[in-house]
């Protein structure tokens, strides 16, 4: 186990769920330089899912740029990873024991990390999926999938979402998903009229219960 990768891994990934976890377990296995080469069944019974859940995690990882493929495993034998996070995102020459015993020599280069500042986190799929799953109003997916790719350069996944949890409006006044992003709507304050609307509307609801309630005592008492 390499402390350093796994603490690169807390630190510096932008992962998040099943490939955050798949991620640290591999972390779990690496030697100093971020070779592992734990098996797919090994790094499910880490992660509590089944294989394919792990062979999807690592796809996602390969694609968002923070583990490499340095060494594909043959029938029965386990795939080589490296973990690319923060400085380890450079050429890389490391021996390293296999599974069966014998020393294969890995050279790797890493293609450049993509920059983890808030303003050009590269756009992720499956962050937009998340965010068109929790927006009110499903319309223009593809508009919205734009307006996300230029959101996600000026904030991060985590204000985007934050924002959306305060977004409240009444249905029939809820923007699309391309225009709250676009219009950056983050950023708005809570709209209280929202909360006072509802409130009023309970309050004038419970006033007409509360007439219609002392109206049928009345008649039962005259019966």
Not at 125 to 138: A, I, M, R
Not at 161 to 169: D, E, F, I, T, V
């Amino acid at each position: 186990m390499s402390v350093k990768v796994m603490s690169d891994v807390w630190q510096s990934s932008q992962s998040k769920g099943t490939a955050r976890l798949v991620l640290l377990a591999i972390a779990d296995h690496c030697n100093p330089s971020g070779i592992a080469w734990p098996s797919l069944t090994r790094l499910a019974s880490y992660v509590n899912v089944d294989r394919r859940n792990v062979i999807h995690a690592v796809n996602t990882l390969v694609e968002i740029g923070e583990l490499k493929r340095i060494k594909t495993g043959k029938t029965g034998r386990a795939t080589t990873y490296k973990v690319v996070l923060g400085s380890d995102a450079s050429v890389t020459s490391d021996a390293s024991d296999t599974s069966d015993g014998s020393v294969t020599q890995v050279v790797t280069v890493a293609s450049p990390q993509p920059s983890m500042n808030r303003h050009t986190i590269l756009y992720r799929e499956h962050e937009f999926n998340e965010f068109w799953k929790q927006y009110p109003k499903k319309v223009g997916k593809g508009a919205a999938r734009t307006a996300y790719k230029s959101a996600i350069k000026k904030t991060q996944y985590s204000e985007i979402m934050a924002g959306l949890s305060k977004y409240n409006p009444d249905v029939q006044f809820t923007c699309n998903p391309a225009t709250w992003l676009n219009q950056e709507r983050w950023n708005d304050e809570p709209d209280n009229r929202v909360q006072t609307h509802s409130n009023n509307v309970r309050q004038t609801g419970g006033e007409i219960s509360g007439a219609y309630e002392r109206f049928r005592s009345r008649r039962a008492n005259q019966s």
